[in-house]
């Protein structure tokens, strides 16, 4: 079965950039029919989508507006994995990150979850 | 605040039915499909419904949903304790161009 395997730095210091990756296995992250996404939820903002990365022949980025100066998702075929890179993080970037699959039978929705990282940031 | 309106919590008895709305707008929730999902604490969030009324695989038909406009509902009958989470709803927003989701509503089974 799929399965998304997370992993990076729990905390972040202010103005650095927070940098978490994520494994698949049982997928491909160049698969033509699957998007692969980066979710955050905390207390004060819920859950938000920061972007996705899928491949149509080529590479594919979409970012929430809100974070397009600042956020980087990239991939790696040869680990097959993806990246979520969010530079100059605040306080306010403090929440739960997650990593999901967005799969070809149901388009706009999450059915594979990472296992979710808790990160803060703080000096 | 989160585009997506749902109220904070309902409750209800064990066997009995609860509905969870999900309010959005023409820009999303009037023109996407809607997914649910099904939220225990310290743990990532769990799909329930895709393409507004679908259930994945496992998921019991105790869980049904609907869109009507630029609204779209859960339905959970048959409650159990075990039922007990938060709810969230979600969707493309074309005006925003990200997928958005609901507040969550806390579900208590009395």
């Known amino acids: 079965q799929v399965q998304l395997q997370q992993s990076g730095p729990g905390l972040v210091k202010p103005s650095q950039t927070l940098s978490l990756t994520c494994a698949i296995s049982?997928?491909?992250?160049?698969?033509?029919?699957?998007?692969w996404s980066w979710i955050r939820q905390s207390p004060s903002r819920g859950l938000e989508w920061l972007g996705r990365t899928y491949y149509r022949s080529k590479w594919f980025n979409d970012y929430a507006v809100s974070l397009r100066s600042r956020v980087t998702i990239n991939q790696d075929t040869s680990k097959n994995q993806f990246s979520l890179h969010l530079n100059s993080v605040t306080p306010e970037d403090t929440a739960v990150y997650y990593c999901?699959?967005?799969?070809?039978?149901?388009?706009?929705?999450?059915?594979?979850w990472g296992q979710g990282t808790t990160v803060t940031v703080s000096s | 605040q989160s585009v997506l309106t749902q109220p904070p919590s309902v409750s209800a008895a064990p066997g009995q039915k609860v509905t969870i709305s999900c309010s959005g707008s023409?820009?999303?929730?009037?023109?996407?499909?809607v997914s649910w999902y099904q939220q225990f604490p310290g743990t990532a969030p769990k799909l329930l419904i895709y393409?507004?009324?679908k259930r994945p695989s496992g998921i019991p038909d105790r869980f049904s949903a609907s869109k009507s406009g630029t609204s779209a509902t859960l339905d959970i009958t048959g409650l159990q304790t075990g039922d007990e989470a938060d709810y969230y709803c979600g969707t493309w927003d074309s005006s925003l161009s990200v997928q958005v989701f609901g507040g969550g509503t806390k579900l208590t089974v009395l």
């Open positions: 999901a699959r967005d799969p070809p039978w149901a388009l706009g929705s999450f059915d594979i």
């Open positions: 393409l507004t009324n």
């Open positions: 049982g997928d491909s992250v160049s698969s033509n029919t699957a998007a």
């Open positions: 023409s820009s999303d929730i009037g023109n996407y499909y």
